[in-house]
Each structure stands twice: as C-alpha cells, then as structure tokens.
C-alpha cells in the first residue's frame, strides 16, 4: 500500500515537471514566433523613434543657470562686470554673494579681506585670479564712505501745502 503511494507521488512529480517544461516552450516558442513577425518591438536600439520623446532640453537649463537680467547675475545677485564669472566661481563657494555685496571697501581693504579669509578660513591662494577680483570688486563694490556721496535716487517729492 505504502509503495503503491510513493509510486503515485512519483509518477506526479515527474507530470508537474513535464508541465512546467511544456509551458516554458510554448512560451518561448511564441516570443519566438512574435520575433519572427515583427522583430522592430524587440529592438532595444536607443536612437528608435519611441526615445525621441525623452529628451531633455538640457542647454536650456544650462543658460538659466548663469542668466543675467538687467546687468544682474540672477544665481548670486552681483553685477554683471568683468571678472564677474571669477568672482562667482570663487567668492560664492562659503558665504552668499550678499556678502560681497553689502561689504563695499576700497583695494587695500579688499585686498586684507581676502588675506584674513586666507588666513582664518581656509581660502586657497587665488593665483592670476587675485587681481581679476580685485579689480572687479573695486570697480563693482567700491568703498562709499570716502570722497564724494552717491547721487540721490528713489526720492519721491512733494509739494508743499502752505
Ligand atoms: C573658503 C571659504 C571662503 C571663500 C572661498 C570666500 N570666503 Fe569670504 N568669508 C569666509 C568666511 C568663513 C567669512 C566669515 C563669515 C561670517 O562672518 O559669517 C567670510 C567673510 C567675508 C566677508 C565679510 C568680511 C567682514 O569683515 O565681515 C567678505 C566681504 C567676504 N568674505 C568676501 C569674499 C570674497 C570677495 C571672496 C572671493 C575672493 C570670498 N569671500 C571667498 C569664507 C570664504
């Protein structure tokens, strides 16, 4: 009786297992046969018509990311002068530009600035680039305390009423 089972068990495992191997070729045998008939949608070929529609617009990015509107560097807020690129590419790495900004000195205050921060907070030597910087933030960011005051802007005037 025992025997008689395990034969049957046997008999059962070895049916499963035929299953299984017929399923598996049939469905390969009609992936085989979708190939045959219309290979194009098996193609994984990235310059396909259906990839078009990822592309990115990348250079567009790019162009926002150093745009300048009105002689303003948008990202950091500084004018557009030359040197500009310099002074963005190492004075806005540690601190926001309105550092610089709000800081107005004339050269040798600049220049002792730049030396404290290579001092005290590890700038790196600026190299050929210390005099583009300089003279960008002199002519740009100049000291406002000494010799003659800006021009007044911005007033709204009024009339007198007697
Ligand atoms: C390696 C980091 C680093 C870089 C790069 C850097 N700074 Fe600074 N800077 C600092 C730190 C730190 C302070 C102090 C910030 C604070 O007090 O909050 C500072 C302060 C300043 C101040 C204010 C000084 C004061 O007396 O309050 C100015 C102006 C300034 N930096 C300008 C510049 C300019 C111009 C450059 C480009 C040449 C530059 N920084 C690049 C780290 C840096």
């Known amino acids: ?30 992936l085989f046969v ?5 290979p194009s949608s098996f193609s994984f070929n990235t310059d396909g018509p259906d990839t078009e529609l990822v592309t990115l ?15 303003i560097h948008i990202r950091t807020g500084l004018k557009d002068a030359e040197g500009l690129m310099v002074v963005v590419n190492n ?11 709000q800081n107005r000195m004339d050269r040798e205050m600049w220049i002792e600035t730049i030396r404290w921060m290579q001092e005290t907070q590890n700038l790196w030597d600026l190299g050929k ?4 910087i300089i003279n960008y933030l002199v002519t740009n960011y100049p000291s406002i305390n000494k010799g003659r005051r800006e021009n007044l802007s911005g007033i709204e005037w009024y009339t007198l009423n007697e």
């Open 129 to 132: 680039n210390e005099d583009i």
């Open 1 to 30: 009786m025992k025997e008689h089972d395990n034969f049957k068990k046997q008999i059962r495992s070895i049916y499963n297992v035929l299953l299984v191997s017929c399923i598996m070729i049939f469905l390969v045998g009609i």
């Open 57 to 71: 617009p990348l250079e567009d990015e790019e162009d926002d990311w150093d745009k300048i509107e009105d002689g």
């Open 34 to 38: 979708a190939y045959m008939v219309s």
């Open 91 to 101: 004075c806005t790495n540690c601190h926001s530009a309105d550092l610089v900004i």
